[in-house]
């Protein structure tokens, strides 16, 4: 973080976001996919956080890990602080906060904060934040949202009591079969060809300069 910092210290509106404690790894998909698709610069997590061998993350991030800057912390707390220090304004969102963000200036470099799944921010992360805002939400969806959740839970809540012990594993959800094709060779080794570029070689294989010691 503190070398993207430097190597970018001339560009202007730079925009972070940074997660507190989010542990679900389809959550930090979703923040990352939305992320990216808002054009933030990087995402900032706690090392013990992110699930980086998590198919579930990679899954609803939808190939964005790739597209966007991760930078991961050891404490979000302190890397806050420090980016203060280089002029950023960190605006977390908290449901309890009155204002809205919408109606913000927006100008500058931003740390744009979310938090936890079950308590949301932090009291010691809100008091080093220069502003708080909450997501506004029309109240005349929550009937329809309510009752989505519902229809979810009821679908997860079947799925759970059917009795799967007789079950056999299935790579796929229909009864078919996968046809494969004969592997067939269609380019040969030819090391004389492949090393003809090489800068050093010797018996037939590529010379490369020592980066460890023995005693190592």
Not at 33 to 51: C, H, T
Not at 180 to 200: F, G, S, Y
Request: a positive charge.
């Amino acid at each position: 973080l503190k070398d993207y910092i430097k190597n970018n210290e001339t560009k202007k509106n730079i925009t972070l976001v940074a997660l507190e404690d989010v542990t679900d790894p389809r959550n930090i998909g979703s923040i990352i996919r939305s992320a990216v698709s808002f054009n933030m610069d990087g995402l900032i997590i706690k090392e013990r956080s992110f699930p980086s061998e998590s198919k579930l993350l990679y899954k609803s991030a939808s190939g964005c890990t790739e597209l966007i800057n991760i930078f991961q912390v050891s404490n979000i707390n302190t890397t806050l602080k420090y980016l203060k220090s280089k002029n950023f304004w960190v605006s977390g969102f908290d449901s309890e906060s009155k204002k809205d963000f919408t109606k913000h200036d927006w100008k500058g470099n931003n740390v744009l904060l979310f938090g936890s799944e079950n308590y949301g921010l932090a009291y010691q992360i809100k008091k080093n934040s220069d502003f708080l805002f909450r997501i506004n939400i029309n109240k005349k969806s929550f009937p329809s949202l309510k009752k989505e959740l519902e229809s979810i839970l009821e679908l997860v809540a079947k799925m759970d009591s059917v009795n799967t012990d007789s079950v056999v594993p299935m790579s796929h959800p229909l009864d078919i079969s996968q046809p494969l094709r004969k592997d067939k060779i269609t380019e040969k080794n030819d090391r004389k060809n492949l090393q003809k570029n090489a800068p050093l070689k010797k018996a037939g294989l590529f010379m490369v300069p020592k980066v460890i010691d023995e005693d190592a």
